[in-house]
């Protein structure tokens, strides 16, 4: 089945600084979503984006699905953006998704 | 809207114990999925149901059982219950093409003693 690596596992912030996380996949795939999981254990969309660039506020996402990564920017860190980012994809032969290890984000004030 | 909705929130079960996993969406999705996630993990996929009356194994199927009752519930059935299915259990939904956005619900933390 598909791969899909993420990196790096874990990061720690400033308050304000900003950061890339990277999604590689192993195959084409038909859709890619990033999610954040917060302390609370609960998974928020972010972003929808199987190809192309994205914004919304501070975080930003770009696929680039013929080189097979997205990269998701975070701006002007807050201790809110702390949490476990997943990446996941969805190949073409089926309707499921697989996720990524995640990335740990802490943010510190 | 509530989204998806999972239930219980919250159980310990004894090893052998039986017990259903509730899930319910209002978004009106053809698709639903079961994930488990372990900790420090990422999500990995038990069962999905691309429609009303089909289910399909994903990657870690074994000691599950799933029930597509109609197009808004679709609920996960451990019949013996195993401290190895100790996990944080999310039920997702999702449009019915492979172009899928899925949203998830809030998560059953299960704990098997």
Not at chain 1, 26 to 32: I, Q
Not at chain 2, 61 to 81: D, Q
Request: aromatic share 10%.
């Amino acid at each position: 089945g598909i791969q899909v690596e993420q990196s790096p596992p874990d990061l720690i912030l400033q308050e304000g600084a900003n950061s890339t996380l990277r999604c590689n996949f192993s195959d084409s795939v038909n859709n890619l979503q990033w999610f954040h999981q917060n302390p609370w254990g609960q998974l928020i969309n972010l972003f929808y984006i199987p190809s192309g660039t994205k914004q919304n506020g501070r975080l930003s996402a770009t696929t680039v699905a013929t080189e097979r990564y997205s990269l998701l920017y975070i701006s002007s860190s807050q201790t809110t953006d702390s949490g476990v980012y997943f990446c996941a994809v969805q190949v073409n032969a089926g309707n499921m998704l697989t996720f990524g290890g995640g990335t740990r984000l802490m943010v510190k004030p | 809207n509530a989204g998806v909705t999972q239930t219980p929130k919250f159980q310990v079960l004894k090893t052998g114990q039986s017990m259903t996993l509730q899930c319910a969406q209002d978004m009106n999705h053809n698709s639903m999925y079961w994930y488990r996630q372990d900790p420090g993990m990422g999500l990995r996929l038990i069962y999905y149901s691309a429609s009303e009356g089909t289910t399909d194994k994903g990657e870690v199927p074994n000691g599950y059982n799933v029930s597509r009752l109609n197009k808004r519930e679709f609920s996960l059935r451990l019949e013996s219950a195993a401290p190895s299915q100790t996990s944080v259990y999310f039920c997702a939904s999702g449009t019915e093409t492979l172009n899928t956005e899925a949203f998830f619900g809030q998560g059953t933390r299960l704990t098997v003693v």
